[in-house]
């Protein structure tokens, strides 16, 4: 039997470094047709790709001797152990397979962006790697990219793990978009992943809640089922007309949704909305149009954000694109979202949770690309 040919660790540094080079070098790059683009960048993601899964789960040792391929081939300084390593060292909250998760994904972010995972550990521990300082002092009306706080070299890495939810906070609640990227950007001695209070720690004691791309704020506690069986009740007791036309339409009312007026007249749809107030927000109003019942909505959020025993000092809402907004107020919020062009867009469900059939509770959603 001809045994396999050794793979040359030279010769695969060579080639992923001219491959590397073809797609960076910007007149080489665009000399190239499309297709032939294409093909080039697919062919040193498929490359990249298939040396990260032989180092994560090498094959066996051929009975004629011959090691493993994966240990034949190099990719320089990528590793996954030293990630793995480090992560079990530094976050008590990533064991078993949550930890298996995290290093994978986060050693794939750093072999397709070409960041030497030494050096990004090393940059990441001292603190070079993200300036915290700066990016806990932008509150509103600053408004800001979490990534133009963090070194360019890792940009790229940092949005890759911003989705990565693995793992729990040692509340047994899970870990939010977005958490771990800030988190591990800051090192290990910098923002914390909490479970009381918030959802990080900064090394002054303030403690964040992070909402990350439709994240949730509560509304109310109760579940969406409850409020709506007392909505038919005071609708039944208050309105038994307008409640048979709810009734005879089998519909079930939900404010601020975008057909509404296709429905109901301005004055029933106002009526409705004020009678739905009345169950949430103790509301005494017997007509309220729609901009009234989101100022309404908005007010007691985020009054009872801030105001809440143990709560946490801020709120941080992210865009997809990383672009936030930081609040330490209520009346921030409610200054930032009742402005007039993202006050109109708020409506339906990219703003409002409100399941009457469900046992969600009502929220209300934050950072969605309609209130950007």
């Excluded at 039997?1 to 050794?6: F, I, L, W």
């Excluded at 301005?266 to 009526?271: G, S």
Aim: glycine share 10%.
């Amino acid at each position: 039997m001809t045994p396999p040919r050794r793979h040359n660790n030279t010769n695969v540094d060579d080639l992923l470094s001219g491959i590397s080079r073809l797609t960076t070098e910007d007149d080489v790059f665009r000399a190239l047709g499309e297709s032939e683009r294409k093909a080039l960048l697919l062919i040193q993601s498929a490359f990249k790709y298939a040396l990260f899964r032989m180092h994560r789960h090498p094959p066996r040792v051929s009975d004629d001797g011959f090691r493993d391929v994966a240990t034949q081939c190099s990719i320089g300084t990528h590793r996954p152990e030293d990630i793995q390593t480090y992560l079990k060292d530094n976050y008590s909250n990533l064991r078993g397979r949550h930890l298996r998760q995290f290093c994978d994904l986060m050693f794939s972010a750093c072999v397709r962006k070409d960041v030497q995972i030494r050096g990004f550990l090393r940059d990441i521990t001292s603190g070079e790697a993200f300036d915290v300082a700066s990016f806990e002092l932008a509150v509103y009306p600053s408004v800001g990219n979490v990534y133009q706080y963090i070194l360019k070299k890792y940009r790229g890495v940092a949005e890759d793990i911003a989705d990565i939810t693995v793992g729990g906070n040692g509340g047994m609640a899970s870990i939010g978009r977005g958490e771990h990227m800030i988190s591990i950007m800051s090192g290990p001695t910098g923002i914390k992943v909490i479970k009381n209070g918030g959802d990080l720690q900064y090394r002054n004691g303030a403690k964040e809640d992070v909402k990350w791309h439709g994240g949730k704020v509560p509304v109310d506690g109760r579940r969406g089922v409850d409020i709506h069986a007392l909505f038919c009740k005071e609708l039944i007791k208050e309105q038994p007309e307008l409640s048979g036309k709810v009734d005879k339409l089998k519909d079930t009312f939900v404010p601020l949704r975008v057909n509404n007026n296709r429905t109901y007249t301005a004055d029933e749809l106002a009526t409705l909305n004020a009678l739905w107030w009345k169950v949430v927000g103790q509301g005494k109003e017997t007509k309220l149009i729609d901009s009234e019942l989101k100022n309404k909505i908005l007010q007691k959020t985020f009054d009872l954000f801030f105001n809440k025993e143990g709560g946490s000092d801020s709120l941080l809402v992210c865009y997809e694109d990383g672009d936030f907004v930081r609040f330490t107020k209520a009346q921030q919020a409610l200054e930032y979202y009742t402005k007039t062009d993202r006050f109109e867009r708020l409506r339906g469900g990219e703003f409002l949770e409100y399941r009457p059939k469900q046992t969600n509770p009502l929220g209300l959603y934050v950072g969605t690309s309609r209130q950007k």
